[in-house]
């Protein structure tokens, strides 16, 4: 077992105070490194049970857009301002309105509504804000202080944080336009996470469906000046491969201000599945890449999926920290991944902490595809999920089902983890999902101790030959819940169809739990403890009066906090729920008006602390749609 957080000295507990003194949250991972962590401990162990709503916001979407909800996924987490910029608790709405509160009570302070091209299928999701004080704005003068928004379609807008006006020294009409002369809609590209806003620059992704065809828009990141707009530098991690494209960062950056470096989780070349016209490891996608900050010049990449076959994109903020071991103290990084692996590296060289093994990879059959013959994977921690699926593993409610997974099972093109996609339904295990999704990790203190949520269900997929099935132009990388999607891929000899494996009820085939929290001791390389995530009381075509944890795929993120709590929603049962970072003991919960697919945050705010979350419902997930933002908090 880990040593108790609550043992902790107060000398330790003053210098991580002195490194994170601001118990408020001006990132969207809580600070520029992504740890997902606050050092706010008014809610602790002794007293979260307590824990109730404090105020309720509704952004009025629902009542806006109407019909056009089911197809959004709510993935915003606040961020506190600072006082000189007005204090006000600011977030987005999947359309990109921009809503400023009143931190104490959740009273609307202003809204920006940037009138988004709303065409395409594109699911509608925005992941958060970002904020800046712009230095070469006099103090007190309008847009001194600044948000920054990316929008769906394809927008970059600077916002006065006062007042949510448009900034008019930055691009025209506080607008840069993402797009270039390609003729592209938001169906084709689009923006989820934040901006990324640091040392006078403002760095900017891209979300692009990357199996629907397989030549799709180049990812290339961007980087503008903050107070005038003006491009600075990009990068395109896919130089010099004109059939491919997409390896475009969709997650959040991370930067490290005092060495010059902008992280990059890179995602996978298009088309996902069928490699052939894109041969080689595919330059920098499914990497962690390096950049200068300054000049966005390449420093080191690590490449964690060499040409990829299964959709294996780096899904989630690279997590910044010090690695503390046998007395040395080295800048480090982070990177949970869909395959469940978490890479330690030196942030200043790409080197990894851990030994990398060569793990060995099963060839394609599809002719012409040439895999890589080995992928990296680390000798510590180990995977979060056990890929190892074979017919005596089936589960199932009754003999009946069980039985009928077996017989899936075995028919399965199945080789182990990096089994390649063929015209043989084959095992996906992880599967697009993950492992790890956008959520990322949550470090605790500076114990390096990691808590990741991690998806647990086996997937098939099966290329099937243009023409003998029927697919549609793809929206989506990942099939809604409870069913299976064939899609294009336009310019290959093939269509591919991807799917949970279930048993005849619907069920996944593999035991339980489907979704589970886990933690990491980074330092050791050890898992500490893990535990069911999500309960499936409401999964069923009846609802059960009482939970049944066996865990559910779950999207969305948590946070950690000095009070010794793991704070998450994410999961398919409406709950939010608070755990033991020690033991993994829940030791609070709340139903909420939908699914909360978004990372909470925290703050104190006039000498009382509030826990906030988006719930408004997934679109996979198919489970109805909200716009609810609830804060909570101890009684007054």
């Known amino acids: 077992m880990p040593v108790k957080y609550t043992l902790l000295t107060l000398a330790a507990l003053a210098a991580v105070g002195a490194a994170h003194a601001d118990t408020g949250w001006r990132y969207y991972g809580g600070d520029q490194g992504g740890r997902h962590y606050s050092t706010a401990a008014l809610i602790d162990r002794e007293n979260v049970a307590e824990l109730d709503i404090a105020w309720l916001h509704r952004s009025g979407d629902v009542a806006h857009y109407g019909d056009d909800m089911t197809n959004t996924s709510t993935q915003a987490t606040p961020i506190l301002l600072p006082a000189a910029a007005g204090e006000s608790l600011v977030y987005c709405t999947p359309f990109n309105r921009v809503i400023a509160l009143d931190p104490g009570n959740g009273e609307q302070r202003w809204d920006f509504d940037p009138g988004i091209d709303r065409r395409g299928d594109r699911t509608f999701r925005c992941r958060g804000v970002s904020y800046a004080e712009e230095a070469r704005t006099a103090k007190g003068a309008h847009c001194r202080h600044r948000l920054f928004l990316a929008t769906h379609d394809r927008k970059l807008w600077a916002i006065d944080a006062g007042d949510g006006k448009v900034c008019d020294s930055f691009g025209r009409g ?103 016209d894109r041969p080689g490891d595919d330059l920098y996608a499914n990497s962690i890449v390096a950049l200068d900050l300054d000049t966005g010049a390449v420093r080191w990449h690590f490449q964690h999926v060499r040409h990829d076959l299964w959709d294996y994109d780096t899904p989630a903020q690279p997590i910044l920290f010090l690695w503390e071991k046998g007395g040395q103290s080295i800048p480090a990084l982070a990177q949970v991944t869909k395959q469940s692996f978490v890479f330690v590296l030196n942030r200043l060289t790409g080197e990894s902490l851990w030994e990398i093994t060569e793990h060995p990879a099963p060839p394609s059959d599809i002719p012409g595809e040439r895999t890589a013959l080995t992928q990296p994977k680390p000798i510590a921690p180990p995977p979060l999920v056990d ?88 929206r989506t990388d990942h099939p809604e819940s409870g069913k299976r ?123 009382r602390q509030y826990v906030v979350i988006n719930a408004g419902g997934h679109y996979m997930f198919q489970r109805g749609f909200g716009d609810y933002l609830y804060a909570f908090a101890l009684p007054e």
């Open 174 to 276: 506080g607008m840069v336009e993402l797009y270039g002369g390609e003729g592209y809609i938001p169906g084709d590209i689009s923006t989820s996470s934040a901006p990324t806003v640091a040392n006078g620059l403002v760095v900017v992704g891209s979300g692009v469906i990357d199996f629907a065809r397989a030549t799709t828009p180049r990812g290339t990141v961007m980087a503008f000046d903050t107070y005038s707009g003006k491009p600075v530098w990009q990068f395109d991690p896919l130089q010099g491969h004109p059939k491919s494209g997409s390896a475009n960062v969709w997650a959040p950056m991370s930067v490290d201000e005092q060495n010059g470096l902008i992280f990059l989780p890179t995602s996978a070349p298009s088309p996902d599945y069928y490699g052939v």
């Open 387 to 474: 890929s190892f699926l074979m017919p005596a593993n089936a589960w199932g409610l009754t003999p009946w089902d069980k039985a009928q997974c077996r017989k899936q099972i075995a028919a399965l093109n199945n080789l182990g983890l990096f089994t390649p996609i063929s015209e043989q339904l084959s095992l996906m295990y992880p599967g697009s999902l993950g492992g790890a999704n956008w959520g990322g990790g949550a470090l605790v203190a500076d114990s390096g101790l990691l808590l990741v949520n991690i998806n647990n269900t086996a997937f098939t997929g099966q290329l099937i030959p243009t023409g003998t099935g029927s697919a549609t132009a793809g």
């Open 485 to 607: 999607m064939q899609v294009t891929m336009e310019g290959t000899p093939y269509n591919v169809e991807i799917g949970a494996l279930t048993s005849p009820l619907g069920i996944p085939c593999n035991a339980p739990p489907w979704g589970k929290l886990v933690a990491v001791d980074l330092y050791k390389g050890t898992v500490e403890w893990e535990t069911a995530l999500g309960s499936v009381h409401e999964m069923g075509p009846v609802s059960a009066p009482f939970h049944i944890d066996w865990g559910t795929p779950n999207l969305g993120g948590g946070i950690a906090t000095a009070g010794g709590l793991f704070f998450i929603g994410a999961t398919m049962d409406r709950q939010i729920r608070a755990f033991d970072v020690d033991s993994g003991e829940t030791l609070w919960k709340y139903t909420l008006a939908n699914d909360a697919t978004a990372t909470p945050m925290t703050y104190v705010y006039k000498g």
